[in-house]
Each structure stands twice: as structure tokens, then as C-alpha cells.
């Protein structure tokens, strides 16, 4: 079955560190999005993609990036790590067109920040 | 711009009793609409959607909602709820045209006590 992965499930680090988390997929979705997730804000969007070689911020982009090298993949990087990215992140993914209007979520990475 | 209200941060409710979950959205373009469940320690998982035609849709679990265009509202019922209904679910928009990225709103939490 096709599916969404991210990893690690869980992961703590230090302020000012590099940290990436992974998002893999296996639908062969063109798009694919970054989400985080904090009470009280529900789901705000940090990246996304449409395709190979094509990243656009969301509204919360700022210390966050992506790179799409390939279909499957869209890796998220904290540049340097902030408590303040203390959350639970999402990635996401969608085939294109209006009657594929259904994104498929992973189980989420909780990233703590310290 | 896109924006979603849910109107109740949490929602308490017995077992066998019927429940609503109200959402009202803002956009200046049309948009289709989506609720989203989450489970504890899980991602996000589609209940249902509305892309046109019939303003009631049947989702899973036995819910539905319906699109009320001049009230800007999509409002989720369930006749009768079930423990295993407690969760988090989201009200989410993507403009129509293609750009697929969804607004959540904050999210309602749903307790069913025995």
C-alpha cells in the first residue's frame, strides 16, 4: 500500500543546532507540504512543493527550508534549531487535480527544542 | 487570503447523543471544503469533503456536513457519537483553481464521555 513516512518519530535538540526531518512518500503525489502543529494555532504551513525542483514559503517559513530532488521526497531543515520550533510537524501530500483534492498526512515528528 | 474559524475550542458530549461542530470560513474566491480527524499520536485523516453539487456530504464514521454558502459556514454532525469518536478535527479550505494548499482552522477538540 502506498503510504507516507516521517522520521525520526521523535527527536531532541539543542538551540542553534542543524536539524532535518524527513518526509517520504510512495503515492507518487506531485505535491507535497510541511505543516506544523501547536495548540491553540492548529496547522500552519512552513513549506511546500509541487514538483521536482520547485519550493514556495508558506506562512510560517522563516529559519525553515526544503529541497525536492526527487518525486518521493521533501526533507525540512531547521538551519539553527530555536525553542520557539519546539512542535509537532506534519508533512503532507496530494495528487494534482480538482478531483484529487485529498492530502494524506504522516504520523508527524515531535521536535523539541533545548 | 483563506481563513477558517471554528467557533468552539473544545466540545464535550455524552455517548448516543448527537453532536455539531461548527465552521465558518472567509475567502474571497470559491473554495473547497474539508473536515479532517485526528487521533491521538496520529496524523490527520480525511472525513469528508464538498467540491460542488449537493450542499449535504456524507463522510465516514456516519458524519456529514453541510455547505451553506450564504453563511459561509460547513458545519459537521454526527446523530450519535461514539467513545471512539473523541478527538481532534480540523475545518480546512483550498481555493479552487488549483493551488491545493489547505487553511485549517485551530481545531475542536471532541470528548465523549460515557
Same mark, same amino acid.
Given at each position: 500500500?502506498?503510504?507516507?513516512?516521517?522520521?525520526? /518519530? +521523535?527527536?531532541?535538540?539543542?538551540?542553534? /543546532?542543524?536539524?532535518?526531518?524527513?518526509?517520504?512518500?510512495?503515492?507518487? +503525489?506531485?505535491?507535497?507540504?510541511?505543516?506544523?502543529?501547536?495548540?491553540?494555532?492548529?496547522? /500552519?504551513?512552513?513549506?511546500?512543493?509541487?514538483?521536482?525542483?520547485?519550493?514556495?514559503?508558506?506562512?510560517?517559513?522563516?529559519?525553515y527550508s526544503v529541497s525536492r530532488?526527487?518525486?518521493?521526497?521533501?526533507?525540512?531543515?531547521?538551519?539553527?534549531a530555536a525553542s520557539s520550533q519546539t512542535s509537532v510537524y506534519?508533512?503532507?501530500?496530494?495528487?494534482?487535480?480538482?478531483?484529487?483534492?485529498?492530502?494524506?498526512?504522516?504520523?508527524?515528528? /515531535?521536535?523539541?527544542?533545548? | 487570503?483563506?481563513?477558517?474559524?471554528?467557533?468552539?475550542?473544545?466540545?464535550?458530549? *455524552?455517548?448516543?447523543?448527537?453532536?455539531?461542530? &461548527?465552521?465558518?470560513?472567509?475567502?474571497?474566491?470559491?473554495?473547497?471544503?474539508?473536515?479532517?480527524?485526528?487521533?491521538?499520536?496520529?496524523?490527520?485523516?480525511?472525513?469528508?469533503?464538498?467540491?460542488?453539487?449537493?450542499?449535504?456530504?456524507?463522510?465516514?464514521?456516519? *458524519?456529514?456536513?453541510? *455547505?451553506?454558502?450564504?453563511?459561509?459556514?460547513?458545519?459537521? &454532525?454526527?446523530?450519535?457519537?461514539?467513545?471512539?469518536?473523541?478527538?481532534?478535527?480540523?475545518?480546512?479550505?483550498?481555493?479552487?483553481?488549483?493551488?491545493?494548499?489547505?487553511? *485549517?482552522?485551530?481545531?475542536?477538540?471532541?470528548?465523549?464521555?460515557?
Amino acid at each position: 500500500d502506498a503510504e507516507i513516512t516521517q522520521s525520526p /518519530r +521523535h527527536k531532541i535538540t539543542e538551540t542553534g /543546532r542543524q536539524v532535518t526531518l524527513a518526509c517520504h512518500q510512495t503515492w507518487n +503525489h506531485n505535491n507535497m507540504f510541511w505543516y506544523r502543529q501547536d495548540l491553540g494555532h492548529g496547522l /500552519r504551513l512552513i513549506h511546500y512543493s509541487y514538483g521536482v525542483q520547485d519550493t514556495n514559503k508558506g506562512e510560517v517559513s522563516d529559519g525553515y527550508s526544503v529541497s525536492r530532488s526527487n518525486t518521493e521526497d521533501l526533507p525540512l531543515t531547521l538551519e539553527s534549531a530555536a525553542s520557539s520550533q519546539t512542535s509537532v510537524y506534519f508533512c503532507a501530500s496530494s495528487a494534482t487535480g480538482i478531483m484529487n483534492t485529498e492530502a494524506f498526512f504522516g504520523q508527524g515528528t /515531535r521536535l523539541t527544542v533545548v | 487570503a483563506q481563513s477558517v474559524t471554528q467557533l468552539d475550542s473544545q466540545v464535550p458530549v *455524552f455517548e448516543e447523543a448527537p453532536v455539531e461542530l &461548527r465552521c465558518n470560513y472567509s475567502s474571497s474566491v470559491s473554495v473547497y471544503l474539508f473536515w479532517y480527524v485526528q487521533y491521538p499520536n496520529q496524523g490527520l485523516q480525511l472525513l469528508l469533503k464538498y467540491l460542488s453539487g449537493s450542499t449535504l456530504v456524507k463522510g465516514i464514521n456516519g *458524519f456529514e456536513a453541510e *455547505f451553506n454558502k450564504s453563511q459561509t459556514s460547513f458545519h459537521l &454532525r454526527k446523530p450519535s457519537v461514539h467513545i471512539s469518536d473523541t478527538a481532534e478535527y480540523f475545518c480546512a479550505v483550498s481555493p479552487q483553481g488549483g493551488s491545493e494548499k489547505l487553511v *485549517f482552522g485551530k481545531g475542536t477538540k471532541l470528548t465523549v464521555n460515557p
